[in-house]
Each structure stands twice: as C-alpha cells, then as structure tokens.
C-alpha cells in the first residue's frame, strides 16, 4: 500500500509550522518545551492532503474512505506502549509526569505497574469487547490507550459508557453503576473519539473483529460499545482541546503515522453516525 499519507505531511511539517507562526504572530510567544523531549513539539496546522480521499463525502463512504486512509500505520507491541504513553500523555506542566485519564492527576511517568496507586495502560475501548486482548493490533492501537490509575481502571473493566451512578472512589467527575461508566466532563469527548476511531479502523478485513457502536450497555464480548447516541452527545460537549490534538500529532509524526479524523474533523461524527 502507498505511503503518500504520512510522507507528504511528514517532510511538510517544519515549513507548515513556519508559515502558521508567521500568520498567527505566535513564534515569540511560543513556550520552550522545558524537557529535552520531541513530544513537546507545538502543534501542526493540519494539511488536509491526508484526507483528501475523504473530504466531501458523508455516511458510509466517508467511514469507508477513513478507513483506507488511517489503516496505513506502524504497529507497535504492548511493552512498547508503555514508553509511548509517557511521550502522549505527558503533563504539559511537567515533562516528568503523565496524566491519568479518568483521574486527571499528574503521576510520575515511572510510577507505572500493577501496585495501588501506580499508572497503567487502558484499553478505553475494553479489550474483552471483541476479544482482541493485548497482541499487536487494537489491543496496542495507542490512540485508544491512556495511562490510567490501576484501581479506577478496574473499576471501570469492561463497561459501556452511559451517563449515571455513583461517584467513583479517587476519580472526582467519574460515575459508574453496575453495567455503565461516566468519566469526567473534560475528557468525555476524548473517550468518545476514541472509540469511534476504533469503529473506523477495525472493519474486519484483518484478523480481528469488526468493532462498532451501538446503543446498548449490555454488550458483554460482543465487539461492540456503548452507548452511541450518548458519546456522540459527549463528542459535542467537550470539542478537542490541545492535549488531545497534540497526543494525535505524537501518535501521527513518532508511533503509528495514522490520525484520529474525529480529533481532526469533530463534524464528521455526525456525519457518519
Ligand atoms: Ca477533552
Ligand atoms: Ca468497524
């Protein structure tokens, strides 16, 4: 399959940056990244060239357009993620630290485990749904992977995501009841972009399941999520900030050299779905 995706884009980037910080006048303004670190790179002014065999389609050529298009990426292992979180979850305030996705709390990015109170990986798209567990694949797909307190991440398993229950012990903002988990207002949008870029990328055609959404939240194994009609609303609520564009640049420019198109082009859930 061609590569002209992630070329064009790629070898593009320095001079993109140039002219935007002409244009905007932000190149003084602009604060030094305080660690060594090339995921504190500033964000890219997104060329559409990427997406050119999409723009202007709607529904399932859309989708279908999406998915030939973000499909084109490098893989990379589950030992592997650990390292990428550090670099796409990085607290903006402190290059030494992630942050958590449900808790929001900036945790040392080297206290990360399996102990009470360490940081580990989460498949916000529950691996179970679909039974793709951890080999390479959607299980080490990062764009739905966030480091994530390991107490709360049990907490939420394998639920859908549905408005509703009671509070979630250590994680302010986040609900859960027995068959549905709320997380937090500031990332509702993300976790709703997260799984409909799975639904976009994972179609079947390799050897894992079709994944989608659906309206239910009792889904179990099936390899589907829910509830759609709730993230779509959640979508719109908490539009894109710049953690979660910069965390798609890392995951484009250094790890799989694919994007998340909702994180790009928020219009296009509704355009879809
Ligand atoms: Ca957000
Ligand atoms: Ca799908």
Known sequence: MSRRHHLHPRRSLPAALAVLAVLTGTAAAAPAPAAPSTAAAPLAPLDDTYYQDAVGKTGTALKSALHTIISD???????????????????????????????????????????????????VWAKSHGNFGTATGPGTDIHHLRPSDVQVNSTRGNKDFDNGGSAVSGAPGNYTDSDSFEPRDAVKGDVARMILYMAVRYEGDDSFADLEPNDSVSNGSAPNIGRLSVLKT??????????????NDVIFDQYQHNRNPFIDHPEWVEAIW
């Open 73 to 123: 990426q490098s893989k990379i292992t589950y030992s592997q993620v650990w390292d990428a979180l550090k670099d796409t979850d990085e607290d903006p305030a402190n290059p030494s630290n992630v942050i958590e996705l449900y808790t929001g709390r900036s945790e040392p990015k080297s206290n990360n485990g399996g102990s009470v109170g360490q940081w580990n990986r989460e498949h």
């Open 234 to 247: 959640w979508s719109e609520q908490d539009p894109p900030d710049s953690f979660e564009k910069r965390r």
